[in-house]
């Protein structure tokens, strides 16, 4: 099993930045990916960004690309997603996500096997 636990969410202006974390406990996978999604209300989850593991292969969403950047620290497992340039439309709960065992990263939220808990984003006009 694995524990994801999302850190990082807030209000924030148009225009400006937040970095969200994902930390993970328990088992390690040789081979996974740790992706994020986002859901806002009344609307489907969707793909923001994913990592691979190992390696350094990275996957975003058209509309967030250019904007946030998906990063992880080796040491500790962690996953941050920088997201600058905010939009009020990005307004969503972000989710965590990891599936394993695999080198190319799904875009749709059925195929990863663990979840973190989410954290609220929130960008005021």
């Known amino acids: 099993q694995v524990q994801l636990v999302e850190s990082g969410g807030g209000l924030v202006q148009a225009g400006g930045s937040l970095r969200l974390s994902c930390s993970a406990s328990g088992t390690i996978f040789d081979m996974y990916i740790r992706g994020w999604f986002r859901q806002a209300p009344g609307k489907e989850r969707e793909f923001i960004a994913a990592?691979?593991?190992?390696?350094?292969?990275?996957w975003y969403a058209d509309s967030v690309k250019g904007r946030f950047t998906i990063a992880k620290d080796n040491r500790d497992r962690t996953v941050y997603l920088q997201m600058n340039t905010l939009k009020p439309e990005d307004t969503a709960i972000y989710y965590c996500?990891?599936?394993?065992?695999?080198?190319?990263?799904?875009?749709?939220?059925?195929?990863?096997?663990?979840w973190g808990q989410g954290t609220q984003v929130t960008v005021s006009p």
């Open positions: 996500a990891e599936v394993r065992a695999i080198t190319l990263a799904p875009r749709t939220w059925p195929e990863y096997d663990y």
């Open positions: 990592i691979s593991w190992p390696g350094v292969k990275t």
